[in-house]
């Protein structure tokens, strides 16, 4: 499974982004999908995951109310709505797939990624 992440960019807090990440695979449609962040000089977070029906979502806390997950399976594509952004949202936002079909939030789950995507927020 190849992923093709776009959407990030510079903004100023308190603004908005939306990511988009598509899959080269039908199977897609049978994966969880998340998208992780990375800061410089922090581990790559859990930011929010999505089940393969879209029915179940994770949203890590700093980012709940702010940030939703959602996925378009017939486009093969996963979303990620970014309201409100603040300095600290700035990182390298990546996508990826889970290798199981059940929902995790479990990184080591998710074996296929994206190549990132910078969000850079300033004050």
């Known amino acids: 499974v190849q992923l093709q992440a776009s959407g990030g960019g510079m903004v100023q807090a308190g603004g908005s982004l939306r990511l988009s990440c598509t899959a080269s695979?039908?199977?897609?449609?049978?994966?969880?999908m998340a998208w992780f962040r990375q800061a410089p000089e922090k581990e790559r977070e859990l930011v929010a995951a999505?089940?393969?029906?879209?029915?179940?979502?994770y949203h890590v806390d700093s980012v709940k109310a702010r940030f939703t997950i959602s996925r378009d399976n017939a486009k093969k594509t996963v979303y990620l709505q970014m309201n409100s952004l603040k300095p600290e949202d700035t990182a390298v936002y990546y996508c990826?797939?889970?290798?199981?079909?059940?929902?995790?939030?479990?990184?080591?789950?998710?074996?296929?990624w994206g190549q990132g995507t910078q969000v850079t927020v300033s004050s």
């Open positions: 999505i089940s393969w029906t879209g029915g179940r979502t």
């Open positions: 695979e039908r199977t897609f449609a049978t994966s969880a």
């Open positions: 990826a797939a889970s290798t199981i079909r059940v929902f995790t939030t479990t990184q080591l789950e998710y074996g296929y």
